[in-house]
């Protein structure tokens, strides 16, 4: 099994930032692709970014292309998402997920284990 934890949530003002971390324990070596996805109240999980395995290769939501940055050290078994620019309706829970797939697709389906979750709020 593998775990994840995500951190970094907060409530921060439109045109503000935060940087989402995502650690992840245990069977490590068996997950590749990293994503993050996010979900608002009364609304479906969507996909925000993902990284493919073996660098170089990632995957933005057109809603956050340009605004959100995702990457990851694998030395620490971490992966991140850096959120500037932030909007009203960026306010979500987000989630990280771990794909034992190399490519890191925007299908939540695609993905095998999931974090419990951090709050994002922007205030306008």
Do not use: H
């Amino acid at each position: 099994q593998v775990q994840l934890v995500e951190s970094g949530g907060g409530l921060v003002q439109a045109g503000g930032s935060l940087r989402l971390s995502c650690t992840a324990s245990g069977r490590t070596f068996s997950t590749r692709a990293m994503g993050w996805f996010r979900q608002a109240p009364g609304k479906e999980r969507e996909f925000v970014a993902a990284d493919s395995w073996g660098g170089g290769l990632t995957n933005y939501a057109d809603s956050v292309k340009g605004r959100f940055t995702i990457s990851r050290d694998n030395a620490k078994n971490t992966v991140y998402l850096q959120m500037n620019s932030l909007k009203p309706e960026d306010t979500a829970v987000y989630y990280c997920a771990a794909s034992k797939n190399r490519v890191g697709y925007g299908e939540p389906g695609r993905y095998d284990y999931w974090g419990q979750g951090t709050q994002v709020t922007v205030s306008s």
